[in-house]
């Protein structure tokens, strides 16, 4: 499984930002996606995840309400709409996909990561 993140890029506070997470490989529909975000001096910290197969979405609360992740079964393409940004969501926006796991925070969990995409917000 590769993961290939995009869509970052500089905005101002109260904007808006989508960002793609393209998943290729045979068994990518078996994997959880999920994105996660690491500001300057802080570790790094789960944003939102999608499990296809239950159709199911969990979020950190500092974005729930803001932040929306879909997915595209024919583009094998995962989605992070994010709206109303703040300053505070500046950072390194990764993807990342894992087979099992109960904690979508537990970094150890996912299998494989992207590389991230800046996004950065102006106040």
């Known amino acids: 499984v590769q993961l290939q993140a995009s869509g970052g890029g500089l905005v101002q506070a109260g904007g808006s930002l989508r960002l793609s997470c393209a998943v290729s490989?045979?068994?990518?529909?078996?994997?959880?996606t999920a994105w996660f975000r690491q500001a300057p001096g802080k570790e790094r910290e789960f944003v939102a995840g999608l499990n296809w197969s239950a159709d199911s979405r969990a979020y950190s609360d500092s974005v729930k309400g803001r932040f929306t992740i879909t997915g595209d079964n024919a583009k094998n393409t995962v989605y992070l709409q994010m709206n109303s940004l703040k300053p505070e969501d500046t950072g390194v926006y990764s993807c990342a996909a894992r087979r099992f796991g109960s904690n979508w925070d537990r970094i150890s969990e996912y299998d494989y990561w992207g590389q991230g995409t800046q996004v950065t917000v102006s106040s």
């Open positions: 490989g045979r068994t990518w529909s078996q994997y959880a």
